[in-house]
């Protein structure tokens, strides 16, 4: 079995790869061609245990996300939420492989918005929004700087020192791509100008005025995932030309900035595209430089068994990682 850090993944493994193999994914999942049950939730004494698996038919491979939330856990000086990617080889039905989970989840989530970013987005959009700064916010920013030719990254959160320490941050960590980053004072007038706004928070309201979107935008909602968090305004949801999500079945049972909307009659499931069908058919992507565009995402267990077979191909390859 290979056992795959964080570190190792990042040595062999990139936001690009990453971004192809998300859209092979959802292909794969809006053609059928995978099985994912849902979730397994257990509540244990000190928190929750979550077994997340999925078969990928094309080429019979098997893998499950472990994800435990143990709240306690920072005061043992362990991660709240610590997680595992397991795979099994197709051929002897043995695990094959163990990869850091909490990386392979912010890898894959990032990349997934990069692949509706990609698809959806102007080709020539150079102003973005990233708004949060929590766990998943470096993968997004990545993301959206490796699909785009970006020159101004505005970058806002509710906590103002937490967003100007990771702008700092951020700006040493992606010197490398050409974009200005830069800490938003101004959020309103920053979303008027953005061709590209990605938002990955937990909020219970909308986190931008949808009312402040310009023509042509691209908004991607990351982070809401309970029937209850509502980061994307409704307003934008009704007004969008075209309407994305990763899988139907997890959108519509979990995110609440799309599940009121359609309760409201604002919008119906008709609606709306999966990711996979743009790749099927990229006709059903953007057709000019004035049409509003949204992705919203809450994750899928065909995501972190796709990209975690391709990183253990690439891995066991270039001989990174140790074997046991």
Request: aromatic share 6%.
């Amino acid at each position: 079995m290979l056992i795959l850090t964080a570190k190792d993944i990042q040595q062999c493994y990139s936001m690009k790869e990453a971004i192809a193999a998300d859209k092979q994914a959802l292909k794969i999942y809006t053609q059928g061609n995978s099985e994912v049950p849902l979730r397994i939730n257990f509540d244990v004494q000190n928190g929750q245990c979550l077994f997340m698996p999925a078969h990928i038919k094309d080429n019979d491979v098997v893998g499950i996300k472990i994800v435990s939330v143990f709240p306690n856990n920072p005061k043992l000086g362990k991660p709240s939420v610590p997680a595992q990617v397991l795979m099994i080889d197709p051929k002897t039905g043995e695990v094959c492989a163990m990869l850091d989970g909490t990386y392979v989840t912010q890898l894959r989530t990032g990349a997934v918005q990069g692949a509706a970013t990609d698809l959806l987005a102007k080709k020539e959009a150079k102003r973005a929004v990233l708004i949060g700064t929590g766990g998943q916010a470096i993968s997004q920013l990545e993301a959206m700087l490796t699909v785009r030719p970006l020159t101004d990254v505005a970058i806002y959160d509710i906590d103002t020192n937490k967003a100007k320490q990771f702008t700092e941050e951020m700006k040493q960590r992606f010197a490398h791509f050409p974009a200005h980053l830069y800490f938003s004072q101004d959020l309103d007038s920053d979303i008027s100008r953005a061709d590209i706004i990605t938002s990955v928070t937990t909020s219970n309201t909308a986190t931008f005025n949808g009312e402040k979107v310009k023509s042509g935008a691209h908004i991607n909602g990351v982070g809401a995932y309970t029937p209850k968090m509502h980061e994307i305004p409704e307003s934008v949801v009704k007004q969008a030309d075209i309407r994305v999500l990763d899988t139907k079945d997890g959108v519509f049972a979990e995110a609440g900035d799309i599940i009121d909307p359609i309760n409201q009659q604002l919008v119906t499931k008709d609606d709306f595209f999966e990711l996979g069908d743009l790749v099927i058919d990229p006709q059903k992507c953007r057709v000019n430089d004035q049409q509003i565009t949204l992705f919203k995402t809450v994750g899928t267990a065909v995501l972190d068994v796709y990209v975690g077979y391709d990183i253990y191909l690439k891995a066991k390859q270039q001989g990174i990682g140790t074997q046991i």
